[in-house]
């Protein structure tokens, strides 16, 4: 028998919070689920570093836009979170129109003993108050609590691909296809446009805006990619719409590699800055590219993430497949990263000592404690006992969503709709 997961139930984004503490996971069903990492105790030290469900709520619902006959879905594109600065924890959601900011808090007290309402919450009747009580605090069962504070609505004409937090902390921008917005926390009803590519004619649409990241240091500095495979560099003290980029990174295509399909899979699918500010990293359809911030014309290193695919490229624009946005994360010293690809199959790049890994998440090697083998790929010719060939591999399972833990060896890989949380043994 095979059972098919619910489309709801399929993860489309995974973000661990600044401390690692935490860990977010939103779906196609429009859910956000928070896991917490367990707290180290003296007869189970081995327990330190699992996850568990901490909260679970619905931050969007299915909505349908009258004006152009659309339905708008209530899939979680993407999750950040805020740096904590009390007890309570903040995080951005959005789906393809509307980003939330959540408050996620704790409750282990209830008040008692009110004056004009009875224990179940009723109103007493005055005449029968004959006492002034103070109400007390008692404990209870903890509760966490997923409010809504603020929504940010009605700014996107298209649909919405990437959210990120200023390190300002004042300001978020998000970004569609065309158009990336500035938004205050405070202020719901307004976003100012700093990029605006949409041409005055649409038959003249030449390339879209395929993600957007904040500078982690300066806040006047983000950068955005594009389907072309370029990535531009805008700082906002220059004027208030940043359509002249500061700085314009793009490598020149190698004319003996161009085919059909030179376009569809130079496109950008995620970008990120290293924790350190000075490197860009972004992922195509087939390789992961280091940037230097200082080095516009090249990219300082390349990765080939599953390079046995290049022959297989018509199959997958048949099935679709070539359109998958996989998007690629580093750890937390920069010196290594992760992206996933298919077959369950998730590729590490150790940009020091240039070694890869291929690894497998699957419910068949996901026992506790158990160590991942590395996976092996073959193209042709006589196939090794431990190795796949490369026409047996399985399209429909793809790993798209990855985070690694800020500053330990924990990563969360999103598996259609399994969460797979991995640690390095020596932790």
């Known amino acids: 028998m095979l059972f098919l997961p619910l489309k709801a139930d399929i993860i489309s984004t995974v973000e661990f919070n600044h401390t690692g503490e935490l860990l977010a996971t939103g779906d196609k ?108 605090l008692r404990p209870m069962d903890l509760m966490v609590e997923a409010t809504p504070r603020r929504v940010f609505a009605n700014a996107h004409t298209y649909h919405i691909n990437s959210i990120s937090v200023n390190s300002d902390y004042e300001t978020y921008m998000s970004a569609d296809d065309l158009r990336i917005n500035l938004w205050n926390f405070e202020i719901t009803n307004q976003s100012f446009n700093i990029v605006d590519i949409k041409p005055a004619n649409m038959e003249e649409l030449t390339e879209v805006i395929t993600a957007a990241e904040f500078h982690p240091h300066h806040c006047n500095t983000f950068v955005y990619s594009s389907s072309k495979g370029t990535i531009r560099l805008c700082d906002m003290r220059t004027s208030a719409l940043c359509d002249r980029h500061a700085k314009f990174f793009e490598e020149p295509e190698d004319p003996s590699n161009r085919s059909f399909f030179s376009e569809i899979i130079s ?64 750890n937390g010293s920069d010196s290594v990263i992760m992206t996933g690809s298919y077959n369950n199959f998730f590729r590490m790049f150790d940009r020091n000592t240039k070694r890869d890994v291929t690894l497998e998440a699957s419910r068949e090697n996901s026992k506790p404690r158990a160590i991942l083998k590395p996976r092996k790929v073959c193209v042709g010719g006589k196939r090794r006992k431990d190795e796949i060939s490369v026409d047996s591999l399985d399209f429909s399972k793809k790993i798209l969503h990855t985070a690694w833990h800020p500053s330990e060896n924990i990563i969360a890989v999103a598996a259609t709709n399994n969460l797979y949380i991995f640690q390095d043994k020596v932790n």
Not at 305 to 322: A, G, M, Q, T, W
Request: contains cysteine; proline residues 4%.
């Open 267 to 330: 496109s950008i699918s995620d970008v990120k800055f290293s924790h350190s500010g000075r490197y860009i990293m972004t992922r195509d359809y087939l390789t992961v590219k280091v940037w230097d911030l200082n080095m516009e014309n090249r990219p300082i290193e390349t990765y080939q993430v599953h390079d046995y695919l290049r022959s297989k490229l018509c199959s997958l624009y048949e099935n679709d497949c070539i359109f998958d946005k996989f998007e690629c994360v580093w």
């Open 29 to 136: 069903g429009g859910r956000v689920v928070i896991f917490q990492r367990e707290q180290e105790s003296k007869n189970q030290p081995h327990r330190r570093g699992e996850y568990n469900v901490y909260s679970t709520f619905q931050s969007h619902e299915p909505e349908f836009d009258y004006l152009k006959s659309l339905e708008i879905e209530e899939k979680i594109n993407k999750i950040r979170w805020l740096p904590q600065q009390n007890a309570a924890y903040f995080l951005l959601s959005t789906n393809d129109k509307t980003v939330k900011l959540w408050k996620v808090s704790e409750r282990d007290k209830r008040p008692e003993g009110y004056n004009l309402k009875d224990e179940d919450g009723r109103l007493r009747d005055p005449s029968m108050i004959t006492m002034l009580r103070v109400p007390v």
